[in-house]
């Protein structure tokens, strides 16, 4: 039996801020990893490519506020960081 992905100590390297920044970066990129997961079966982040993400932002985010939007793709952009990708995301 494999352990589940831990987006915690994933995200932990590049992570700075206050606690609540911390637990809300941590709380969407769970969110993020359940939406792939669920549309293409990639269970962790070293699978994703760049348009995992971008269908996240444009079609899972569609109907959101802007204000989600752009806190979504915050972290879209700290999980590009941690991948070490150079994924740029102008939506």
């Not at 700075?16 to 359940?34: D, E």
């Not at 932002?57 to 991948?83: D, F, M, N, P």
């Amino acid at each position: 039996m494999s352990r589940p992905f831990d987006m915690e100590v994933f995200l932990a390297g590049v992570l700075t801020g206050s606690y609540a920044t911390r637990q809300r970066h941590f709380r969407q990129a769970t969110i993020i990893q359940a939406a792939i997961a669920d549309r293409w079966q990639r269970e962790t982040p070293w699978t994703w490519q760049r348009k995992h993400m971008v269908w996240f932002i444009t079609h899972w985010l569609a109907g959101r506020s802007e204000s989600t939007r752009y806190y979504y793709l915050l972290t879209v952009r700290l999980l590009a960081r941690r991948l070490e990708a150079s994924w740029v995301f102008n939506l």
